[in-house]
């Protein structure tokens, strides 16, 4: 899209494209990662960045807030204690009010907790009310930007479980080289469950240093510091997982794997090092990977480790999708299903894409509607939904209220002018496939004058050509031309 320069700018352009896509976790990564680099390498772009990388914690916390505030309306408990659970766990010094609200949310959600009804199964069901709004005037009032880029429509990994300790800490100011450790370990740690932050303890001073510098963006360092450590303490698991992290993070997966195997060794239940290690064994045969490795891994963890059984059978699903075995990944799926997942944004969206890729097309429709659904204001299920109604015909009509009632609805966050350029890519293409050819053309010709990336010019390009010819064949060009051959 012409505004990828170096590396900081490449990686800020990363998290200015995953806000787009409504994927506010990701951006605070993107964020975070350019910021660290930008502390080394150009001092002047970080004031901008911690703008941003705050920002996007925010919205992060505030997703996870509503999206417990809607469990509970709908008395789902556990998955709103755990999106609570989560959200506390990226909150700043600063986020008192936050702090509260999580706080008064938690009480209450456990306080109702062996009370709690099962959710309402025609609430789940429940239609769309239709938009009374016309989407092109809403698209077209709006601010000016780059080209439609947006998310693929590719599975997303179960991670809602347990955000990995190297993530999920909050990302401080970390320029202070004489900081005390003990502080920034204190400042950093909240990830961590009670046990390893004993385990933290016992390993001491050293292992927090290493863990600070993994935090600070330096893998070298922290490699440095946990090899240190090892020496007093070469079995224990949670130092075993942050050296094989520091590997991982320094682009040595053959170090990483082996260190995530032997955390796993001595500790089965290790979420993070099973997950890492099978994403690194899911590599492709031809890139030396063993991805039925990796699937025999995760489901070794539904009987080590029951409690996360419904994360594993996820994960092995996905890498399953991506051997094109959808029939093999359909029962993990189900699986997780059983095991509570019901209410998993991740479950739904996997099992619509091993529907489709098993050509069950009318199952696979509606859980990519269930996605969307529990999914809330979630961009990504909205557009893995768009993009299997524009691949297989099916629903095209619900997919364009659905992208244009995202569009309504996000106007009171402000979303980013790439994002709503987004949205309205999405829109000429439905309504092109719909046969609402003037709208597709005025659709088309308002984002081709907004200077796209050359993959999007070319399909707007296509679509502008094919709108004119079909209108310039008709009889009444006037003519409404919303009649469509919806299935």
Same mark, same amino acid.
Request: charged share 30%; hydrophobic share 40%; glycine share 8%.
């Given at each position: ?10 990686? &800020? ?33 970080? %004031?901008?960045?911690? &703008? ?48 509260? &609200? ?52 590719? #599975? ?18 970390? $320029? ?24 933290? !303890? ?7 240093? %290493? ?15 946990? &090899? ?26 053959? !170090?990483?794997?082996?260190?995530? %195997? ?16 099978? %994403? ?41 999708? $991506? ?20 209410? #998993? ?143």
């Amino acid at each position: 899209m012409g505004l990828f320069g170096g590396g900081i700018e490449k990686t &800020e352009a990363k998290g200015d494209a995953a806000l787009a896509k409504g994927d506010d976790l990701q951006a605070y990564r993107h964020f975070g990662d350019a910021l660290r680099e930008a502390q080394r390498k150009q001092p002047e772009a970080a %004031g901008r960045l911690r &703008e941003k990388l705050a920002g996007a914690r925010v919205s992060f916390v505030r997703r996870k807030i509503d999206e417990a505030r809607g469990y509970l309306q709908d008395q789902v408990i556990e998955p709103a204690i755990e999106s609570l659970t989560i959200a506390r766990d990226y909150l700043d010094a600063g986020d008192a009010g936050l702090q509260d &609200e999580i706080a008064g949310l938690l009480k209450l959600a456990r306080a109702t907790h062996a009370e709690a009804p099962a959710p309402d199964a025609a609430t789940v069901e429940a239609e769309f009310e239709d938009a009374e709004t016309d989407p092109d005037v809403v698209l077209e009032e709006e601010s000016e930007a780059e080209a439609p880029g947006g998310p693929s429509a590719a #599975s997303a990994l179960a991670a809602e479980a347990s955000p990995p300790a190297s993530d999920s800490a909050e990302f401080l100011d970390l $320029t202070d080289a004489d900081a005390d450790p003990e502080v920034l370990f204190e400042q950093l740690s909240g990830a961590l469950h009670d046990e390893d932050l004993e385990r933290a !303890e016992r390993l001491g001073r050293v292992f927090k240093l %290493g863990f600070v510098a993994l935090q600070r963006g330096d893998p070298t360092a922290a490699r440095e510091a946990f &090899e240190t450590a090892a020496r007093e303490h070469p079995d224990d698991p949670l130092l075993l997982e942050h050296l094989a992290l520091a590997y991982d993070q320094s682009e040595q997966p053959a !170090e990483a794997a082996d260190r995530y %195997g032997r955390a796993l060794a001595k500790d089965p239940t290790r979420w993070n090092s099973r997950v890492a290690l099978a %994403g690194i064994l899911a590599g492709t045969s031809a890139a030396g990977g063993h991805p039925e490795h990796a699937v025999t891994l995760l489901e070794e963890g539904v009987t080590a480790d029951p409690p996360r059984a419904a994360s594993y059978q996820l994960a092995a699903a996905e890498i399953l999708l $991506t051997l094109h075995r959808p029939l093999d990944a359909l029962p993990r799926i189900e699986s997780a299903m059983q095991a509570g997942a019901t209410e #998993s944004v991740a479950a739904w969206q996997l099992q619509g894409a091993a529907l489709e890729g098993a050509g069950m097309l009318e199952e696979a429709e509606k859980a990519y509607d269930r996605a969307v659904r529990f999914g809330g204001s979630a961009m990504q299920p909205r557009a893995q939904f768009a993009e299997f109604a524009l691949r297989t015909g099916r629903g095209l009509k619900t997919a364009g209220e659905i992208i244009f009632e995202t569009c309504i609805a996000c106007q009171a966050t402000m979303p980013s002018a790439e994002e709503l350029d987004y949205y309205g890519f999405l829109l000429t293409r439905i309504q092109h496939a719909r046969g609402q050819h003037r709208q597709a053309l005025e659709g088309a010709e308002r984002l081709l004058a907004k200077g796209v990336s050359p993959d999007g010019r070319r399909v707007l390009l296509e679509i502008r050509r094919s709108a004119k010819e079909a209108l310039a064949r008709r009889d009444r060009p006037d003519d409404d031309d919303d009649a469509t051959g919806d299935p």
